[in-house]
């Protein structure tokens, strides 16, 4: 008993598994910050797309006046993307990532204190050596590891609600249930939930734990149940005033979700879900759990591999259907509701996989319980983890979300180049496509931004805008490859090529190129009828020289160098009509594969030439006599268009043709 008294009067993470757990811990971080570092900067979609936007719209208060910049996600709540904004803003790398990173580290402790806590009610008196393979085994979790260092939601409202379940769990096998932590853990979960909607199935697994609170007095347990439910409630009335902010301003408070519910005149009545991740059938279900293991796509836009998924299925039954093989208390059996609970609920309502995160963190726990109900020994127990760990280290598979190189010290996150014109005069911007959001905060603060294709509701809303008297003029901000269909889109607003004509000026980001085309009154114009008249410069470095160009179909992506056609026809629009009369083509280009040394046709003016390239970069002139009244696009068709597959899996292969850094029209003299 001597013994014992003195175990329990030493804190646990000063006795040597304890130590252990916490070298674990401190390993864990160190090893992340590296990898954070190596990894470079954020660059993933949500991020570009809504994410950078709505951080700044929040602070700067633009959601008085924009309507939906980034699309339906434009209507998420913004808070936790303030930080991710500031930070990006304001701080240079690596530390904008680091205090993004400092953020997820708080997983860390609360799976630690999770694990103590099972442990104890598994019968450990002290931290074992299964414990610390337990929290090991928490730690593969290949999408935590996937969004360290970026802003991405689910890894960073992870702590809130790992930190709520260990607040819950505690209190099951506690001598005395302490209210306070009963409602604190209501208070992260609800909190949790009302930033970030797809939390809602951890609330209500947790809530689905309370009958363990029951101890023979039904009133008791019904009055702690609550206490942890007016937690919850208080918890997200802390997120609440958005929700009002949609109420008063779109008549629904998750627009433009659930709206067959609310019926929100800003949105088509229909519920909003994304079908790509659902399990239609339980046998795709029943393939997800093999594929996790060795990778898939199934859950997720990028290939991740996590054998704990899989492996604890195999386990699953084997703990369910025999006999424990020990006794264990209640914060154990919790553990295990809420994780099975939380992944049916998943399952069934999201089946994506980042939205998993937190059961993900938990998941070695989870495994920890199942083990000890099938084995009575600490040895086999330990031998079991180890080889759970070992399987899930070799087989892990992190996907990347993107990520650029970045120097230390750069305070330009996205390496936009934003021109005098667009920093210094603010402008009404008609913004196309996505992801494009991440632009807006570089352009004049007093601009005003109004998304288009988000909904025809919406739309109508900003016509009405459009026909109020402004001193701003009009622009479209679009990426290069949204603007071939631009007048489709304008023409629900009455804008035709017939009543405007376009002046575009150019940006680019470290991500893809944009326009910036102000809408001139006046139709059809014709570029200046000397000189140079068309600058298609394609590369990134080239671009203060690129001039009347209005949109670029049938290219790869834009690279320091230029642009490989993909496909069999590349088309370049101008932004006016091309002068009547004897035009200059110079091409600047390469030829790739099987179209080195064959003809390559271009089409300007309903005129058609010839050109021959070879596999270096030479300049070919082509000379056309333009009789068209308006010709403002130039074709051409490359006759062996060669397959090139990029590295990465998953990504389309494109189709190479010839590799341009320049073509230039110019006005031959009469």
Same mark, same amino acid.
């Given at each position: 008993?001597?013994?014992?008294?003195?175990?329990?009067?030493?804190?646990?993470?000063?006795?040597?598994?304890?130590?252990?757990?916490?070298?674990?811990?401190?390993?864990?971080?160190?090893?992340?910050?590296?990898?954070?570092?190596?990894?470079?900067?954020?660059?993933?979609?949500?991020?570009?797309?809504?994410?950078?936007?709505?951080?700044?719209?929040?602070?700067?208060?633009?959601?008085?006046?924009?309507?939906?910049?980034?699309?339906?996600?434009?209507? =998420?709540?913004?808070?936790?993307?303030?930080?991710?904004?500031?930070?990006?803003?304001?701080?240079?790398?690596?530390?904008?990532?680091?205090?993004?990173?400092?953020?997820?580290?708080?997983?860390?402790?609360?799976?630690?204190?999770?694990?103590?806590?099972?442990?104890?009610? =598994?019968?450990?008196?002290?931290?074992?050596?299964?414990?610390?393979?337990?929290?090991?085994?928490?730690?593969?979790?290949?999408?935590?590891?996937?969004?360290?260092?970026?802003?991405?939601?689910?890894?960073?409202?992870?702590?809130?609600?790992?930190?709520?379940?260990?607040?819950?769990?505690?209190?099951?096998?506690?001598?005395?249930?302490?209210?306070?932590?009963?409602?604190?853990?209501?208070?992260?979960?609800?909190?949790?939930?009302?930033?970030?909607?797809?939390?809602?199935?951890?609330?209500?697994?947790?809530?689905?734990?309370?009958?363990?609170?029951?101890?023979?007095?039904?009133?008791?347990?019904?009055?702690?149940?609550?206490?942890?439910?007016?937690?919850?409630?208080?918890?997200?009335?802390?997120?609440?005033?958005?929700?009002?902010?949609?109420?008063?301003?779109?008549?629904?408070?998750?627009?433009?979700?659930?709206?067959?519910?609310?019926?929100?005149?800003?949105?088509?009545?229909?519920?909003?879900?994304?079908?790509?991740?659902?399990?239609?059938?339980?046998?795709?279900?029943?393939?997800?759990?093999?594929?996790?293991?060795?990778?898939?796509?199934?859950?997720?836009?990028?290939?991740?591999?996590?054998?704990?998924?899989?492996?604890?299925?195999?386990?699953?039954?084997?703990?369910?259907?025999?006999?424990?093989?020990?006794?264990?208390?209640?914060?154990?059996?919790?553990?295990?509701?809420?994780?099975?609970?939380?992944?049916?609920?998943?399952?069934?309502?999201?089946?994506?996989?980042?939205?998993?995160?937190?059961?993900?963190?938990?998941?070695?726990?989870?495994?920890?319980?199942?083990?000890?109900?099938?084995?009575?020994?600490?040895?086999?127990?330990?031998?079991?983890?180890?080889?759970?760990?070992?399987?899930?280290?070799?087989?892990?598979?992190?996907?990347?979300?993107?990520?650029?190189?970045?120097?230390?010290?750069?305070?330009?996150?996205?390496?936009?180049?934003?021109?005098?014109?667009?920093?210094?005069?603010?402008?009404?911007?008609?913004?196309?496509?996505?992801?494009?959001?991440?632009?807006?905060?570089?352009?004049?603060?007093?601009?005003?931004?109004?998304?288009?294709?988000?909904?025809?509701?919406?739309?109508?809303?900003?016509?009405?805008?459009?026909?109020?008297?402004?001193?701003?003029?009009?622009?479209?901000?679009?990426?290069?490859?949204?603007?071939?269909?631009?007048?489709?889109?304008?023409?629900?607003?009455?804008?035709?090529?017939?009543?405007?004509?376009?002046?575009?000026?150019?940006?680019?980001?470290?991500?893809?190129?944009?326009?910036?085309?102000? =809408?001139?009154?006046?139709?059809?114009?014709?570029?200046?009828?000397?000189?140079?008249?068309?600058?298609?410069?394609?590369?990134?470095?080239?671009?203060?020289?690129?001039?009347?160009?209005?949109?670029?179909?049938?290219?790869?992506?834009?690279?320091?160098?230029?642009?490989?056609?993909?496909?069999?026809?590349?088309?370049?629009?101008?932004?006016?009509?091309?002068?009547?009369?004897?035009?200059?083509?110079?091409?600047?280009?390469?030829?790739?594969?099987?179209?080195?040394?064959?003809?390559?046709?271009?089409?300007?003016?309903?005129?058609?030439?010839?050109?021959?390239?070879?596999?270096?970069?030479?300049?070919?002139?082509?000379?056309?006599?333009?009789?068209?009244?308006?010709?403002?696009?130039?074709?051409?068709?490359?006759?062996?268009?060669?397959?090139?597959?990029?590295?990465?899996?998953?990504?389309?292969?494109?189709?190479?043709?010839?590799?341009?850094?320049?073509?230039?029209?110019?006005?031959?003299?009469?």
């Amino acid at each position: 008993m001597k013994g014992m008294d003195q175990t329990h009067s030493t804190p646990w993470y000063q006795q040597p598994m304890g130590r252990l757990t916490a070298v674990v811990m401190v390993v864990a971080a160190a090893l992340a910050t590296v990898f954070v570092y190596l990894r470079g900067q954020d660059l993933n979609w949500d991020l570009l797309n809504y994410h950078y936007y709505t951080g700044y719209a929040l602070l700067t208060g633009r959601y008085a006046h924009d309507i939906a910049a980034s699309g339906m996600q434009s209507f =998420l709540h913004p808070a936790t993307n303030v930080f991710a904004y500031l930070s990006l803003r304001y701080l240079p790398f690596p530390f904008s990532a680091w205090s993004t990173l400092l953020v997820q580290l708080a997983s860390l402790p609360a799976i630690a204190l999770i694990a103590k806590e099972v442990g104890r009610s =598994l019968g450990y008196v002290k931290p074992s050596l299964s414990q610390v393979l337990a929290v090991v085994l928490c730690l593969l979790s290949p999408l935590w590891w996937s969004e360290l260092g970026t802003s991405f939601f689910s890894s960073w409202i992870a702590p809130v609600l790992l930190w709520g379940v260990y607040l819950l769990v505690r209190c099951f096998d506690a001598p005395l249930i302490q209210s306070r932590s009963l409602f604190m853990a209501g208070v992260l979960l609800g909190f949790a939930t009302g930033l970030k909607l797809t939390n809602a199935p951890f609330a209500v697994a947790a809530a689905c734990t309370l009958p363990l609170l029951h101890r023979g007095d039904i009133r008791a347990s019904l009055r702690m149940a609550l206490v942890f439910i007016i937690g919850g409630v208080f918890g997200a009335l802390l997120t609440a005033w958005w929700y009002g902010y949609l109420w008063l301003e779109w008549q629904s408070p998750l627009f433009p979700l659930y709206n067959t519910i609310f019926k929100s005149p800003f949105y088509d009545l229909k519920d909003y879900r994304d079908m790509r991740w659902k399990f239609f059938e339980f046998s795709e279900f029943w393939d997800y759990l093999y594929q996790s293991a060795v990778g898939t796509v199934k859950t997720s836009e990028v290939r991740f591999a996590d054998a704990r998924i899989l492996l604890i299925s195999v386990l699953l039954p084997f703990a369910i259907l025999r006999r424990p093989a020990t006794k264990h208390g209640r914060s154990s059996s919790a553990l295990l509701i809420f994780v099975g609970v939380s992944f049916i609920l998943w399952a069934r309502l999201f089946a994506y996989q980042r939205y998993l995160i937190p059961v993900e963190l938990v998941l070695g726990v989870f495994a920890w319980v199942l083990i000890a109900r099938i084995f009575a020994r600490e040895s086999l127990r330990v031998a079991a983890l180890a080889s759970l760990v070992v399987v899930s280290a070799v087989l892990l598979k992190v996907p990347d979300w993107g990520h650029a190189k970045a120097e230390n010290g750069s305070r330009n996150p996205f390496s936009i180049a934003i021109p005098e014109q667009l920093r210094t005069t603010p402008a009404r911007y008609l913004v196309m496509g996505a992801p494009i959001g991440y632009v807006l905060p570089y352009l004049n603060a007093d601009s005003v931004f109004y998304g288009l294709n988000f909904s025809r509701q919406s739309e109508r809303l900003i016509a009405q805008k459009l026909r109020e008297p402004s001193p701003l003029p009009l622009r479209v901000l679009a990426e290069d490859k949204d603007l071939p269909g631009i007048w489709r889109s304008l023409a629900r607003f009455a804008i035709t090529s017939e009543t405007h004509s376009f002046n575009c000026t150019y940006l680019t980001t470290v991500v893809s190129q944009y326009s910036s085309c102000e =809408l001139v009154p006046g139709g059809h114009t014709t570029l200046a009828d000397h000189g140079e008249i068309i600058n298609a410069a394609f590369g990134t470095a080239d671009i203060a020289q690129k001039n009347g160009v209005l949109w670029e179909e049938g290219f790869s992506y834009q690279e320091s160098w230029g642009r490989w056609s993909d496909g069999r026809v590349s088309v370049l629009g101008f932004q006016a009509c091309l002068p009547q009369g004897r035009l200059r083509v110079s091409i600047t280009a390469r030829a790739f594969g099987e179209n080195i040394g064959h003809p390559v046709q271009f089409v300007l003016g309903g005129e058609q030439q010839t050109a021959i390239f070879d596999d270096s970069f030479s300049n070919t002139s082509l000379y056309f006599t333009n009789t068209q009244e308006c010709a403002n696009s130039l074709t051409m068709r490359f006759p062996a268009p060669v397959i090139f597959k990029r590295p990465e899996p998953g990504v389309d292969p494109r189709y190479l043709g010839l590799g341009f850094t320049r073509i230039q029209i110019i006005k031959e003299p009469q």
